[in-house]
């Protein structure tokens, strides 16, 4: 069982250009969150994705951001047009089912915008 | 609006002594609540998990309380060590259906050898 598995761990990206950062979920877990973690905060839920469906945006920027978890494959979270204000740690995380029993997190990806 | 404040900010101990991390929540309406740790650069490790209906929940040194009356939950570590030195953060899933969770911004704890 290999967790939740983020890449990449970094990610230096220069002013305008996009960002894909992937997550694929524990075996068994159908549900995955993104969360983002800015320098001295705690984390702030982004959204959250099941199987080729968006339940729950919520917490994303309203331009720029994207994500999705095609039927195959990991969860990407996209960021175009980057921002110095975007470099975080951003965190991925996947339960069995809402709520029940707790989440796994991944180790993040640190986004450095120069 | 749910918020989650931890307290204090960071803590500085010796090692070997007992201590409580604090954590508070302003709408006693939760599903559980969930205590996990941040080591420098990496993920979050989960600690203990305590649904609504649980008073506590106990791992190794660790135990955690939840006072869902009065938005309370509080992590106790006993002879504490160095290696419990991290980032400890709580955060509550406000119902079933919930997706997501709801962080304070943590607890720095530095244990001296």
């Known amino acids: 069982n290999a967790g939740v598995m983020q890449n990449p761990r970094h990610l230096v990206r220069r002013r305008g250009q996009e960002a894909r950062l992937r997550c694929s979920p524990m075996?068994?877990?159908?549900?995955v969150y993104w969360y983002r973690q800015l320098p001295e905060e705690g984390l702030k839920f982004m959204v959250y994705?099941?199987?080729?469906?968006?339940?729950?945006e919520s917490g994303m920027p309203k331009e720029r951001f994207s994500a999705e978890f095609p039927k195959e494959g990991p969860s990407i979270l996209r960021i175009q047009q980057v921002v110095r204000g975007d470099s975080a740690a951003y965190f991925c995380?996947?339960?069995?089912?809402?709520?029940?029993?707790?989440?796994?997190f991944g180790s993040g990806t640190r986004l450095t915008v120069v | 609006k749910q918020e989650v404040t931890q307290i204090p900010a960071a803590l500085s101990v010796p090692e070997g002594e007992n201590l409580v991390l604090n954590c508070s929540f302003t709408?006693?309406?939760?599903?559980?609540l969930q205590w996990f740790r941040q080591d420098p650069g990496k993920g979050l490790t989960s600690l203990l998990l305590?649904?609504?209906?649980?008073r506590e929940q106990t791992s190794g040194r660790l135990n955690a309380s939840l006072d869902k009356s009065s938005g309370r939950s509080t992590l106790y570590i006993a002879a504490s060590q160095p290696g419990d030195s991290a980032t400890y953060l709580c955060?509550?899933?406000?119902?079933?259906?919930?997706?997501?969770?709801?962080f304070g911004q943590g607890t720095r704890l530095t244990i001296n050898p």
């Open positions: 995380a996947s339960s069995r089912k809402t709520g029940v029993g707790g989440y796994t």
């Open positions: 075996k068994g877990h159908s549900h």
């Open positions: 994705l099941q199987k080729e469906n968006i339940i729950d």
């Open positions: 709408d006693s309406a939760i599903y559980n």
């Open positions: 305590i649904q609504s209906s649980q």
């Open positions: 955060a509550v899933q406000e119902d079933q259906g919930a997706q997501k969770l709801v």
